[in-house]
């Protein structure tokens, strides 16, 4: 049965493909496009394992074999050939390309007459290709950071730029106190597998340059692994300008407009709205520290008028007020302490306009 182990054509292309390790296992993490079509359940894998430690591989290998047996086997096939239907390309992966990877394709073979491909060395042997390609002695394009206050529009502008990677998008978080999203993160293991994706497929294009926001190592519960970090931090800082009114536009939109509706499309209007307001003012909470008793006492009254006023009038205007008090008093004397005791190198500062500008002449954003 063919094996592969083209590794960076994986990732180029994306290609599709199929993990057949139990659940659990592709929960802590797995690859791009990659759908879990599993040989064993949790249990069936657990019971083997049992197996194996007690009595040995061969015995252990007859259980599985009966455990996954009759018409279990048959829907499990019939899954994987469900799915080839419409990926005819797909590739299949366990953990070590082994066993379990193996009877997938004969199976497979047996039930179609196709031959697909198993990745050689499993998830352990992909996974560790991608972990090396987070390792700075392999990245070529130099880091470019996009810093600025809070509201000034950073991941916009980042996804206008081709070249550029979105940390808080692939962790799935805004990279704040209010960053959680309705959503889960994703695994550790899953956001720098995703991570080293983006930047395989930026060295591919051979880039000269990779942006970034200017982040801490966590984006949220998601850390960016340390050498990494480091190695952004060591770029120039490009240092994004925008007016106190756009930055509530902007923050307008992406904690209330946008948040709400998702909040609204799981469960409700009602019930949507209210787990929202629990969103944001948990979050307010959990900066009362850092605000101080007074503070806390303020932001927390304008955000319960603007909800009481969302609701009665159907406007959400109100939530410009409190929005704008914790830029100007709680974020901008944060930033401004941030940048003035910088390292960094500043390349720029500038509206958006102008930034993408600088970027244009100097060949910087692609």
Same mark, same amino acid.
């Given at each position: 049965?063919?094996?592969?182990?083209?590794?960076?054509?994986?990732?180029?292309?994306?290609?599709?493909?199929?993990?057949?390790?139990?659940?659990?296992?592709?929960?802590?993490?797995?690859?791009?496009?990659?759908?879990?079509?599993?040989?064993?359940?949790? #249990?069936?894998?657990?019971?083997?394992?049992?197996?194996?430690?007690?009595? +040995?591989?061969?015995?252990?290998?007859?259980?599985?074999?009966?455990?996954?047996?009759?018409?279990?086997?048959?829907?499990?096939?019939?899954?994987?050939?469900?799915?080839?239907?419409?990926?005819?390309?797909?590739?299949?992966?366990?953990?070590?390309? +082994?066993?379990?990877?193996?009877?997938?394709?004969?199976?497979?073979?047996?039930?179609?007459?196709?031959?697909?491909?198993?990745?050689? +060395?499993?998830?352990?042997?992909?996974?560790?290709?991608?972990?090396?390609?987070?390792?700075?002695?392999?990245?070529?394009?130099?880091?470019?950071?996009?810093?600025?206050?809070?509201?000034?529009?950073?991941?916009?502008?980042?996804?206008?730029?081709?070249?550029?990677?979105?940390? #808080?998008?692939?962790?799935?978080?805004?990279?704040?106190?209010?960053?959680?999203?309705?959503?889960?993160?994703?695994?550790?293991?899953?956001?720098?597998?995703?991570?080293?994706?983006?930047?395989?497929?930026?060295?591919?294009?051979?880039?000269?340059?990779?942006?970034?926001?200017?982040?801490?190592?966590?984006?949220?519960?998601?850390?960016?692994?340390?050498?990494?970090?480091?190695?952004?931090?060591?770029?120039?800082?490009?240092?994004? #300008?925008?007016?106190?009114?756009?930055?509530?536009?902007?923050?307008?939109?992406?904690?209330?407009?946008?948040?709400?509706?998702?909040?609204?499309?799981?469960?409700?209007?009602?019930?949507?709205?209210?787990?929202?307001?629990?969103?944001?003012?948990?979050?307010?909470?959990?900066?009362?520290?850092?605000?101080?008793?007074?503070?806390?006492?303020?932001?927390?009254?304008?955000?319960?008028?603007?909800?009481?006023?969302?609701?009665?009038?159907?406007?959400?205007?109100?939530?410009?007020?409190?929005?704008?008090?914790?830029?100007?008093?709680?974020?901008?004397?944060?930033?401004?302490?941030?940048?003035?005791?910088?390292?960094?190198?500043?390349?720029?500062?500038?509206?958006?306009?102008?930034?993408?500008?600088?970027?244009?002449?100097?060949?910087? +954003?692609?």
């Amino acid at each position: 049965m063919k094996t592969w182990n083209d590794f960076k054509k994986i990732v180029i292309e994306e290609i599709p493909l199929i993990d057949v390790r139990a659940p659990i296992e592709f929960e802590k993490g797995a690859f791009i496009n990659a759908v879990n079509l599993p040989l064993m359940t949790d #249990e069936e894998r657990k019971k083997v394992g049992i197996c194996y430690k007690e009595h +040995g591989n061969e015995k252990a290998v007859k259980l599985g074999h009966r455990l996954v047996a009759g018409e279990v086997k048959e829907q499990r096939v019939q899954a994987w050939k469900n799915h080839l239907i419409n990926k005819p390309d797909s590739i299949v992966y366990c953990f070590r390309g +082994g066993l379990r990877s193996q009877i997938t394709q004969e199976w497979i073979f047996q039930a179609t007459g196709n031959e697909i491909a198993r990745i050689e +060395g499993g998830f352990k042997a992909f996974r560790n290709y991608l972990f090396e390609a987070l390792k700075p002695e392999n990245i070529k394009a130099k880091p470019i950071l996009i810093g600025g206050c809070t509201g000034a529009g950073k991941t916009i502008l980042l996804n206008k730029l081709n070249n550029a990677i979105d940390l #808080e998008a692939l962790a799935n978080h805004r990279g704040s106190s209010f960053g959680n999203k309705i959503s889960a993160q994703p695994p550790q293991i899953q956001f720098e597998n995703d991570l080293a994706y983006r930047i395989i497929q930026n060295e591919n294009k051979n880039y000269k340059y990779m942006l970034v926001e200017d982040e801490g190592r966590n984006v949220g519960r998601c850390m960016i692994p340390k050498e990494l970090a480091e190695f952004f931090k060591a770029g120039e800082l490009i240092v994004l #300008e925008a007016s106190m009114e756009k930055r509530v536009q902007n923050t307008m939109k992406e904690y209330v407009v946008d948040s709400q509706k998702d909040y609204i499309s799981v469960y409700g209007f009602e019930q949507g709205i209210e787990k929202w307001k629990d969103y944001i003012g948990g979050s307010i909470k959990r900066i009362k520290n850092r605000l101080g008793g007074d503070r806390f006492v303020l932001v927390n009254k304008l955000f319960e008028d603007a909800i009481e006023k969302q609701l009665k009038t159907d406007t959400i205007e109100g939530h410009e007020v409190w929005i704008e008090f914790l830029l100007r008093d709680y974020y901008d004397p944060m930033y401004q302490y941030q940048i003035k005791n910088t390292k960094t190198d500043i390349l720029f500062q500038g509206t958006e306009e102008e930034v993408l500008q600088l970027l244009k002449e100097k060949s910087i +954003g692609e």
